[in-house]
Structures are given as structure tokens and as C-alpha cells.
């Protein structure tokens, strides 16, 4: 059998400064698209004022933020666990309890997230067991929840602001928690990669818990989206899928596509932490900022359109064969970037069989422009202009998804009635 080829990251440093020049003062300055933005932790705060425990907080909360768990749901499930189960957040409590009873310490938690899905929903839940978002690999994080409350408590005093004591930069404080790591026995994070590390060094960092050192960007798909359709970077080669034996991918076999692999996301972590900081910009404005346009924007998009088997996905080549999915907005029109995107990348291929799949991006048939000015988009946004306000409102109801003629689009655009048209995209 011929050996796959491993593509290589490639990385356009000077797509990035234009880009992230951009964007650090419209996320600064919250202006243009950001203006009035809430991020997932600023949707759901808990008033805690003793910073180790408002730390361990953020720890627990990390440690959910993965297995394709919506992160403001995330956030909002915590928070009411925390509400009406602070225990859950104590890793002294929790390691006793879990090294004198694991089998009945899971359980406990099992019921724990039950009823906090009942106080939220207001039903029987939704998921494995009616825990909601945690119902999807549930035994994943309540191993995780218990074996790295016994690290915290064991291995770092119960305090995790002891991990970040006396360093310098992220990698540092990454090197003392990494359980690929044999030397890190006793003090290692359970399932916590470069990731959800950054992002619970961020949120300490925001909190003022910690001194903001160099630190990457969380690189989750969305980053991943805004990078590869704006050309900061590509992959070469990408050669056409083949997966072996994998159930998941078959739909996507033959098509041009990179599979994510660990060391191509610790190689574009590792760039971005010393591109960032050796270039003056901040990644606690960079991150937000690219995530907000692919989870907001590019969602938004009628290309990023894929139905629930991945038989059917919105390219360059079936819009044209389909004009009538073309939605009646283009987000691109608000985008601050958009005049250096060039790509189109759906959700569905990567949270389906982690692919990186692109394809040329169109011009939308109704666009007069490729972008608005600032002022513009906010009075825009200021009037209800996108179909998804979660960002902005904490408000994730979205109306099943529709198709509209062009005819229907120029009819709904002309009498104004845009708040009832959405684009297209699977739920990330």
C-alpha cells in the first residue's frame, strides 16, 4: 500500500499582519461587527470574588469545551451547575469523593447535570441521559471532571493559578500540565491539549488572575476557518480523502481535503503565539475577533450550506446549479476582511471527520458592493440586520433553515422583512 502523504503547514506572514491589522482595533475599540459583542464567558458570569476559586471556576469550565460542545452552552451549563451544585467546583471535595466512590461520584454528577438541564430547559432535557450538551460523550467529561479534580487537588494544591506561578509565556506553563508528558505524573490535565489550555488561560488573563504573557491563539475550527479562507494559511499538498476503514468519511471521499492532525495544530498554535507577540498585536483581541467572523459571518453564508449526511454541500459548482439556496443577505458585504477571502468551508466535513474542505468563494448575486462602511454595519446590526444574535443577545433560537428563489429574496429584501430569512449552515 503506498504511504499518504502528511501535508505540510504553510503560513503567509504577510496575509497575516494585513489581516490582524485589521482587526486588532475593531476588536479593541469594539466597532464595526463587534460592537456590543459578548463572548460565551460574558453571557454567563458567576459573581465569585476569591480569585483562586473564581480561577478552579474557569478550570472546570475549560474542561467541557470540547467533543463538539457548543461553548455558549457550555458556559450556561456550568453556570448553573455552579448555581446549584458549588461542590462540583471544589477539587478537594471532588477528588475525595471520586478516589473514595468513583462509580457512585459519576453517577452523582450524572444527576447533578440532570437537574440543571431540567432548571434550564424546563423539561425532561435533551442528550444521553437528559444532561443536555454534556449527554454527547458523557463519560468522557465526567472522567475528565473527576480525574483532573484529583491532578488539581494532589498535584497543584487545589489552586490551578499555581500552574502559571513564575512563568513567562504559555508553552512554559503548558509544559508543567501536559499528559503526554511522563514527567508531569500527579500534575497532568486529563484531555486538556493546547486548546482548552488557552482558552483557560485567556479567560485568567481577562480576570486579571494572571499577568498576560505571550499565549497562542485557541485554535478550534473556527480560527481554523478564518485562517485557511483568507489564505493566512494553506496546506501542501492537499491531496484528494481517503479514509481507512472510517464510517464517518465515506461521504467525503475523493475530495480535495486536509485532515487535522495534532501536530499541524500545535505547529499553527505555536506560530501564532510568536507572531502575535513579536508583532505588537494582542491575542486577546486577535482570537475573538477571528472567531466572531466564522462563527457569526461564515455561519452565516449560504456557501457554508451543508445538508445533515454531507452528500450535499453548498460549492462553488452546486450554487451555480442552484441558484435558488443563495439566502437573502451577504454577510460578506459587514466582514472587515472580506476583500482577502477567497474561500468558502463548512462546519459539517470537520466536526463529521475532521477535514479542512474549501472551495471558491462567489460573489452574491444580490450584492451591490463588497463592503459597507463602518457606520453602516452598525446601524445595521443596530436594527436587527443578521438572523443569528447570539453573540450580541445570549439568544441561540434560530427558524428552520429555508431556500428562497432569487425572486423571493428581491421581494422579502424590498419589503424589509429581512429578520425572517436565515442563511445556511449546521449547528457548531
Known sequence: MEKSVRPRLVIDENRAFQIFSILEPLWKNRTGIYK????????????IQDPVKLANYFFYCAIPQRGGVNSDSSFRWT????????????PF??????????????????????TATKEILGNEGIGLNGCGPFGYKIDE???????????????????????????????????????????????AFVGMRRKIFSLLTIWCQKSELIP????????????LRALYITNIISFDPVMPYMPKNRKAGQVFVGLPAVTVRDHLVTE???????????????HMHINPALWIISRELCADHAQNFSDRTGGIIATDVFMKANPEYW??????????????CQYMMPAFPYFKASLLYRYPRLDHPLSRQTTIPLEEVEQMLAEGWRGRKSFREGDRKRPATQAYSLEQVRLKAESKHLDQLILFETDE
Not at 459578548?38 to 458567576?46: F, K, M, Q, R, T
Not at 453556570?79 to 471544589?90: G, S
Not at 471535595?93 to 440532570?114: D, F, S
Request: hydrophobic fraction near 35%; aromatic fraction near 14%.
Open 93 to 114: 471535595v471532588m477528588a475525595a469523593k471520586y478516589k473514595r466512590r468513583p462509580g457512585a461520584t459519576k453517577k452523582w454528577l450524572v444527576r447533578n447535570i440532570q
Open 36 to 47: 456590543g459583542v459578548n463572548l460565551s464567558e460574558d453571557l454567563y458570569p458567576v459573581q
Open 268 to 282: 499553527l498554535i505555536k506560530w501564532s503565539q510568536t507572531f502575535i507577540w513579536s508583532h505588537g498585536f494582542s
Open 212 to 223: 498576560v504573557f505571550p499565549t497562542p491563539i485557541p485554535v478550534d475550527f473556527h480560527a
Open 327 to 340: 439566502g437573502p443577505r451577504d454577510p460578506c458585504q459587514i466582514c472587515p476582511i472580506s476583500q482577502h
Open 141 to 187: 467529561h465526567l472522567e475528565t471532571w473527576c480525574l483532573n479534580s484529583v491532578a488539581l487537588a494532589e498535584g497543584w494544591h487545589g489552586n490551578v493559578l499555581n500552574v502559571y506561578e513564575g512563568v513567562t509565556d504559555f508553552e512554559q506553563a503548558f509544559g508543567r500540565i501536559n499528559y503526554k508528558d511522563r514527567k508531569n505524573k500527579g500534575q
Open 79 to 90: 453556570q448553573k451547575m455552579y448555581q446549584l451544585f458549588p461542590e462540583m467546583f471544589d
